[in-house]
Structures are given as structure tokens and as C-alpha cells.
């Protein structure tokens, strides 16, 4: 099969490779899946210097192949798999979970003790075939763009355990979306209109300003041009958003938190700008906020997501699709940050 190779580290020419490697073969309760979509992701630009998130098991020797979102329909079953045949249309939840452990017995896979994902602990769906678990796979519907489908697991499926899930999000709240161009903020944007809420996105220059609006914004803030902090200041007359949606870290903790009204919460899923934040631990309890962790939703989010995509609710923001011939080209497009929603590779 052709993969989307990891063979080192640098630069992407340096690091990635389109060539041919083995197909795998499913083992008992896997299944063997021809991918005929799958997505670029901000870890993937990680991959390039070899990181791995805080907690989660490290990435296996290279050379590997990552990716953990992928639409493509069943091409061989493992022993004791059931429920499943061969063309098959699916999706996968693109993690690792033992299904037996105490989080897992609660139906939070991603607190799983043994979790790990698709594409990092495991070969990944950038490639023609991909093994996954059986019983993480989602049926999907016929007629439903296969691209849209791919877009679920990550930025969608984070983007709504941030807002539904985490900080419970109400019709009429305000919500401030960082990093809004993004996987998961283009999806924060998109749930937030959906949940009922006022809607400000962050993003970093005009035009993005004028595609966050597209989407359904109400309002979008420059921050090369203006503070987002002032901005939120300015669009509440004072008062402080409900919500904060947060995926960037070091450096935006402190101002995201001082954007909060009273008891308003700030859902965090990462920190591409750093972990240690200079905050005032003050300026979140005195005004009674919250700040709640939200890595990635767990399966009943996923479903719950994947869900609104396949009926038309949500139509996930593609920015681009390329050939896997071309991953190269598009891991410059998130490297360089020259894209606004999702980069799908086409298979
Ligand atoms: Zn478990």
C-alpha cells in the first residue's frame, strides 16, 4: 500500500516520505480499512521534533505512519469481530482504550489507564489502509461527503466535549473562541452558533477575519490588530464572556481568564504555545471561575458530533483537499499557518 511515511525529524521534506510499505493485516477483534479520506492535524507538525502529549504513552520508533481521523469503508475482518462486512462505509473514534478499566467502565475512554491514539502509538490512517479496533468503529450513512466525516474525530469531537460536555454552554452565552481558524476553533465556532450562543472568534489576520464571519461568527477579532482581551471587553460593554474556548496555552491563559465575566469557564485542550502560563491564581477564584480540562471528547461526544455532521447540522470547514501524494504540501499549510479550518487528504 501507499503510506505517508515518517522516516525522521527536521524539516517536512526531511521527515515525511509517499512510498510503498506492506499492508497490514488485521489481527483478532481488528479490522483492515481502505481509507478513502483522512486530515492533517496540528500534531502532525509536532511529529516533525518527535513530541508527544503529556501522559500519553510515547510514540513507537520510526520510521511510522500517523493520522488518526479517517472515513473509508471495511476491507477485511479479524477473528471475533462482529457486526461488521467487508464495504462497509466507517469512521473511527481514532483512540486506543481497554474498555475495562475504571474510566472506561464510566464511559470516559480518553482517561483511560491504557489509552493511546490512532497515528501515534499506533500506525495511523495516512496511508491506503489502516487497522483499527472494531469496536471503535461508527457506521456512516450513504450520501454523506466521506471528507466531512474524516473531519469528526479530532477537532470536532475536542471542540465539543469543550463546549457541550465541559462547560455546558446555554443559548445566549457569549463565547470567546480562540485560535479560531483552527481545527478545533473553526468546530468551536460552528458548535457554539449551533448551541445558540453569541460567537466571537480570534483569529490572525483580515482574511481570516472576514472567513470566520463566513462561518457564522458574530463577531471576529484580529489579534495582530487589536487585543483580544480589550475586543471582549469592548463586545460585552464590560461584562466578560460566558466561555472561554482556549487551545493555545502559555499565551493567552492569563488574558483568557481576566476575558471571563463571574463564574465564567474556560475549557482548555492543549497548549501549542506552551504549558506554564504567568497567571494570577487570584484572578480565577476571587471571580469565582473555572478553568476544565478537555483533551477530547470521549465516545458519547463523538457520537453525538458525528451525528450533527451526518444529518447537515455541522458541515465541517475544509480548507483544502489534497492527494496524499501532496501530504508534504499541506503540512506547510498548517506549519506556516496558511489555512482556516481543515487540510483532508484524499486517498
Ligand atoms: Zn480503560
Known amino acids: 500500500m501507499l503510506a505517508a511515511l515518517q522516516v525522521g525529524h527536521g524539516t517536512i521534506e526531511e521527515a515525511f516520505r509517499v512510498q510503498e510499505v506492506p499492508t497490514p493485516a488485521p489481527g483478532p477483534g481488528e479490522v483492515l480499512v481502505r481509507v478513502r479520506f483522512t486530515t492533517l492535524n496540528r500534531k502532525d507538525v509536532f511529529a516533525l521534533r518527535g513530541l508527544t502529549g503529556p501522559g500519553i504513552r510515547p510514540r513507537p520508533p520510526l520510521p511510522h505512519v500517523n493520522g488518526g481521523e479517517f472515513m473509508g469503508e471495511i476491507a477485511a475482518l479479524g477473528s471475533g469481530v462482529r457486526g461488521w462486512s467487508p464495504g462497509d462505509r466507517v469512521t473511527g473514534f481514532g483512540a486506543l482504550y481497554c474498555g475495562e478499566c475504571e474510566y472506561c467502565q464510566m464511559g470516559e475512554?480518553?482517561?483511560?489507564?491504557?489509552?493511546?491514539?490512532?497515528?501515534?502509538?499506533?500506525?495511523?490512517?495516512?496511508?491506503?489502509?489502516?487497522?483499527?479496533?472494531?469496536?471503535?468503529?461508527?457506521?456512516?450513512?450513504?450520501?454523506?461527503?466521506?471528507?466531512?466525516?474524516a473531519c469528526a474525530g479530532s477537532g470536532y469531537n475536542t471542540a465539543w466535549r469543550m463546549l457541550v460536555t465541559a462547560a455546558r454552554v446555554q443559548p445566549g452565552e457569549t463565547v470567546l473562541i480562540l485560535g479560531a481558524s483552527g481545527g478545533v476553533g473553526t468546530a468551536g465556532i460552528q458548535i457554539g452558533k449551533l448551541a445558540g450562543c453569541r460567537?466571537?472568534?480570534?483569529?490572525?489576520?483580515?482574511?481570516?477575519?472576514?472567513?470566520?464571519?463566513?462561518i457564522g461568527a458574530d463577531h471576529a477579532v484580529d489579534h495582530t490588530r487589536e487585543d483580544f482581551l480589550e475586543a471582549a471587553r469592548r463586545i460585552t460593554g464590560g461584562r466578560g464572556v460566558d466561555v472561554v474556548l482556549d487551545p493555545i496555552g502559555?499565551?493567552?491563559?492569563?488574558?483568557?481568564i481576566n476575558a471571563l465575566r463571574m463564574f465564567g469557564r474556560m475549557a482548555i485542550c492543549g497548549a501549542t504555545s506552551g504549558d506554564a502560563p504567568d497567571i494570577s491564581i487570584r484572578e480565577v477564584y476571587q471571580s469565582h471561575r473555572q478553568i476544565l480540562g478537555a483533551p477530547k471528547g470521549n465516545r458519547t461526544d463523538f457520537t453525538n458530533v458525528l451525528r450533527c455532521i451526518c444529518d447537515g447540522r455541522l458541515a465541517p470547514v475544509i480548507h483544502a483537499r489534497l492527494p496524499l501524494m501532496e501530504m508534504q504540501r499541506g503540512l506547510h499549510m498548517l506549519q506556516d499557518r496558511d489555512f482556516f479550518g481543515k487540510v483532508v487528504l484524499t486517498v
Not at 206 to 213: E, G, H, S
Not at 250 to 256: C, F, L, P, V
Open 109 to 149: 475512554q480518553t482517561a483511560c489507564l491504557h489509552y493511546g491514539l490512532l497515528g501515534e502509538q499506533v500506525w495511523g490512517a495516512h496511508a491506503e489502509y489502516v487497522v483499527v479496533e472494531g469496536k471503535t468503529l461508527e457506521r456512516v450513512p450513504d450520501g454523506v461527503d466521506g471528507a466531512l466525516v
Open 199 to 214: 460567537v466571537i472568534a480570534v483569529v490572525g489576520g483580515a482574511w481570516k477575519v472576514a472567513r470566520a464571519l463566513e
Open 250 to 256: 502559555a499565551d493567552t491563559w492569563r488574558r483568557s
